[in-house]
């Protein structure tokens, strides 16, 4: 097979906060990194993060890490494993203070600390007043991150393949990595990436939603090859919706606003998260506000002509904090809402945000799953980290800010397992030729043009099915028909053809393949959903409103093959403390 054939130490797919913070580990312990990344590595969404990362640093309130680990817990309404939620607090302020020293220039205060502003769901004292965790650079903290991590990584000589789209994983039948297939854009030439370790950053699949935060390119890549790959997913039904998308657009508004003093009002004028968190009110945490927002709505008080969404209110602020602290937030306002927050509250509603399911990892970052093997372990050679991965520390609701975190956090764990494995597996495995066989075929059947149903109006349909049957509010009988819709896109996707003409070759391919990748990432979230009979974090269940802890505490993983599921315990154990065992979730 005449294809062209790269070897490196390791592969690591996506160029986000985690594949680059992972990557240049390893690029500065003098190991042979490449990076590859579908578009220009500062492209990647973790520059889209506004609010900020949370570490325990006290500059502002009291804090440590220990409320920090608290908090995290019961935001994930106890659905996170504790061992990885305390290794990722303990770590946080020497990881903010790192960061700095590679060039973030985080906001300060009068004395020259870090400023650190509050978040939803972050209490001192386990559950006590407000803390103010989240350091920020003003309202552009991802973009300082990657831009920072990206310039480190080039100080660090490692090797970047831009705007080359990663197609399948290999795995020899023993579950080894072995590397990648790739295609360069540019060319539509493919490319084979031979490695002693591949590492999986590949973020999000926002984009399986009509109204999405996300970027266009979050379309699960990683995730749904690691399905094809024969592992599991992880909790793939809990998926984040955040309370202040840009009404009908969808564009983030952080919560960073509230965490400023903002806040929500409905269609009579009424501050009305005092009555569904009558302590933390605005800052309660996501799930719990984009609940109370969608009911706000159903039940008639919402506002505008059609009572469809709610107003953010920061006008009480007074300009100059608003240009201090959230010039970015009020130029997306001004752009996308044609309001500017300075005169006028912003329309907002709940927006499809984040993956808390992904690929089931230890927090080394290896991907451990029952594959080819019995019953679990670490796959030798393949590593997953960030938004693709569930190590699990979000559970089954994200804490702002804590994203930012983990995605520095494992990626730097990740990067520190793979120095040790590549001194114990120190040789190539050569690729046969025959393991390439089934991710060129895929790559192939996007070949020709033709007449037909066409892939756009697939993806339009799949969008609007799970907006509408896998959204905020969830009843069997909506999620059994939203299986059954699913299912029969996927159908309808193998038949499917590239029917427009006026599109750059690749371009038009490349979107047949990224539509494959979230057709299997949202069955595995509307199956997972459907079977799962409670209500816990994200996943909020009218049929079945309460948590239930004795038969639902613990993880889904979903199987491609069959469609399969099985599930599997919480970690519930800490490393070094007290386990916090579940209990009510009130805020
Ligand atoms: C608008 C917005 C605001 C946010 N604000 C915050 C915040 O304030 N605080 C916080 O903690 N979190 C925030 N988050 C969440 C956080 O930013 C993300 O979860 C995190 O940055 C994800 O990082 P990542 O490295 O996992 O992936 P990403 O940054 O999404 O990068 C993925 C990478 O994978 C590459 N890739 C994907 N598929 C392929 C493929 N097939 N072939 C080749 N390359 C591929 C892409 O090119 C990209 O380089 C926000 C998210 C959004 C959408």
Redesign the pocket.
């Known amino acids: 097979m005449s294809i062209a054939r790269r070897k490196f130490d390791c592969l690591v ?9 992972a990557a240049l580990q390893l690029a500065e312990s003098d190991a042979h990194v490449a ?5 220009f ?1 500062t ?12 570490a325990a640093l006290g500059n502002v309130t009291p804090d440590n890490w220990h409320w920090h680990m608290y908090d995290t817990i019961k935001g994930s309404d106890y659905l996170g494993d504790q061992d990885a939620i305390e290794y990722m607090c303990r770590a946080a302020s020497r990881l903010v203070v790192e960061l700095e020293h590679y060039g973030v220039p985080f906001s300060r205060m009068e004395d020259g600390h870090i400023y650190q502003r509050p978040f939803g769901g972050q209490s001192q004292n386990f559950g006590g007043e407000q803390v103010a965790r ?1 350091c ?1 650079a003003a ?1 552009r ?2 973009h300082a991150i ?1 831009h920072s991590l990206y310039q480190q990584n080039i100080r660090a000589r490692t090797h970047f393949f831009d705007e ?4 399948d994983l290999i795995l020899d039948d023993e579950g080894n990595a072995l590397g990648a297939l ?1 295609l360069e854009i540019e060319t539509g030439e493919p490319l084979l990436i031979e490695a002693k370790t591949t590492l999986l ?4 699949a ?1 984009r399986m939603f009509r109204t ?4 266009m ?6 995730i749904a ?1 690691a399905l094809r790959a024969g592992t599991p997913i992880q909790d793939m039904e809990f998926f984040q919706f ?1 309370p202040t998308g840009i009404a009908g657009v969808g ?2 508004i ?3 606003v509230r965490g400023e003093g903002g806040y929500l009002v409905n269609g009579v004028g009424e501050r009305f998260m005092e009555r569904y968190a009558p302590n933390a009110k605005d800052l309660a945490s996501r799930d719990v506000v984009s609940r109370a927002i969608a009911i706000e709505v159903r039940e008639g008080r919402g506002c505008g002509p059609d009572k469809d969404h709610v107003l953010l209110k920061v006008d009480h602020l007074g300009a100059a904090p608003i240009l201090k602290r959230l010039p970015g937030i009020r130029d997306l306002s001004m752009r996308f809402a044609n309001v500017d927050p300075i005169e006028k509250p912003i329309p907002v509603y709940p927006t499809a ?3 808390m399911g992904g690929i089931p990892t230890n927090r080394y970052g290896q991907v451990v799953a029952p594959i080819r093997h019995a019953p679990e372990e670490a796959i030798q050679g393949l590593y997953a ?5 569930c190590v699990s520390v979000h559970g089954a609701n ?1 804490l ?8 520095v956090v494992f ?1 730097r764990a990740a990067g520190n397992h793979i120095i040790e494995h590549l001194k114990e597996h120190r040789y190539h495995k050569s690729i046969p030729d025959a393991l390439v066989e089934k991710p060129l075929a895929r790559l192939h059947r996007w070949d020709k043009r033709g007449k037909g149903e066409s892939v756009d109006e697939i993806r339009k349909e799949l969008q609007k099915t799970m907006e509408e049957n896998c959204g905020v509010f969830r009843t069997q009988e909506v999620l059994d028909e939203g299986v059954v819709k699913v299912k029969v896109l996927e159908s309808r996707l193998n038949d499917a053809v590239i029917t427009d003409h006026s599109k750059v070759f690749n371009t038009a391919r490349i979107e047949a ?2 539509l494959e ?1 979230l057709m299997d990432v949202a069955l595995a979230a509307v199956i997972g959903a459907s079977a799962r009979h409670e209500s816990r974090g994200a996943h909020s269940r009218l049929d079945y409103p309460e948590r239930d802890d004795v038969s639902w505490l613990k993880h889904t993983l979903y199987f491609k093959e069959g469609y399969q599921l099985d599930y599997k315990p919480v970690r519930m154990k800490p490393l070094s403390v007290d386990s916090f065992p579940p209990k009510e979730r009130i805020y």
Request: net charge negative; with cysteine.
């Open positions: 797919i996506g160029a986000g906060g985690g594949g680059l913070r990076v590859v990344s579908k578009v590595p492209r990647s969404h973790t520059v889209a993060a506004q609010g900020g990362m949370n989240t920020a309202d903290t991802g990657l080359y789209f990663v197609i790739a950053a590949t973020g999000g926002g999405s935060t996300n970027a390119i979050n379309t699960g890549d990683g090859m955040h564009v983030l952080s919560e960073g945000h984040y993956t980290v960030g938004e693709c991965a994200r702002g800010g804590n994203s930012l975190l983990d995605i990626g393949l990224e990748n």
